[in-house]
T-cell receptor, first 113, second 117 residues
Framework: AQKITQTQPGMFVQEKEAVTLDCTYD???????LFWYKQPSSGEMIFLIY??????QNATEGRYSLNFQKARKSANLVISASQLGDSAMYFC??????????FGAGTTVTVRA | EAGVAQSPRYKIIEKRQSVAFWCNPI?????LYWYQQILGQGPKLLIQ????????DSQLPKDRFSAERLKGVDSTLKIQPAKLEDSAVYLC???????????????FGPGTRLTVL
């Protein structure tokens, strides 16, 4: 079974600054995928970025980058140049051999003008 | 391309009543998921369908929850009778492929917010 831990319940960030959201995971699977989703107040889950466990390069998608440290079992999300529209709940998730998507408890990000 | 559709968006019922949620996945998506998201938590998978067959329902409380996906397209999730602890957002998601691909991006609907009084 996989376990995802997000230790930051909430974070404030100033507009145009970068913010790092922490995620650690626990699994015995050798091969797995790591995901980050954004959930605005409207409720839908929006896929942001994916990192495969055997990918050597850290994933990047526009202003999102994933800081993957396999030995530490961490997959932190970095949002650069924060915008007001980035205010939302962010979830780290993982898929292992059973192909189930397991989510962490989430981090609420509030961007201040 | 239209996204995943869900209805209703909000539902308020009293305990012991029954309720049903509907989901229409993205056209052509073989796999459909129902998640339960309790306030302050991440989504938890309730059931996964591949076409109209159940792949995983290990976390579905089968004494009160049921789900079906007739004809491999739309799906309905039912709760009967509802309990206070069923208050949550119920998310439907769909993906193009089944298992075998770790990426297998899931597209989520807007969810149905259920309040049980």
């Amino acid at each position: 079974a996989q376990k995802i831990t997000q230790t930051q319940p909430g974070m404030f960030v100033q507009e145009k600054e970068a913010v790092t959201l922490d995620c650690t995971y626990d699994t015995s699977d050798q091969s797995y995928g790591l995901f980050w989703y954004k959930q605005p107040s409207s409720g839908e889950m929006i896929f942001l970025i994916y990192q495969g466990s055997y990918d050597e390069q850290n994933a990047t998608e526009g202003r999102y980058s994933l800081n993957f440290q396999k030995a530490r079992k961490s997959a932190n999300l970095v949002i650069s140049a924060s915008q007001l529209g980035d205010s939302a709940m962010y979830f780290c998730a993982m898929r292992g051999y059973d192909y189930k998507l397991s989510f962490g408890a989430g981090t609420t990000v509030t961007v201040r003008a | 391309e239209a996204g995943v559709a869900q209805s209703p968006r909000y539902k308020i019922i009293e305990k012991r009543q029954s309720v049903a949620f509907w989901c229409n996945p993205i056209s052509g998506h073989a796999t459909l998921y129902w998640y339960q998201q309790i306030l302050g938590q991440g989504p938890k998978l309730l059931i996964q369908f591949q076409n109209n067959g159940v792949v995983d329902d290990s976390q579905l409380p089968k004494d009160r929850f049921s789900a079906e996906r007739l004809k491999g397209v739309d799906s309905t999730l039912k709760i009967q009778p509802a309990k206070l602890e069923d208050s949550a957002v119920y998310l439907c998601a769909s993906s193009l492929e089944g298992q075998g691909n770790y990426l297998n991006e899931q597209f989520f609907g807007p969810g149905t917010r259920l309040t049980v009084l």
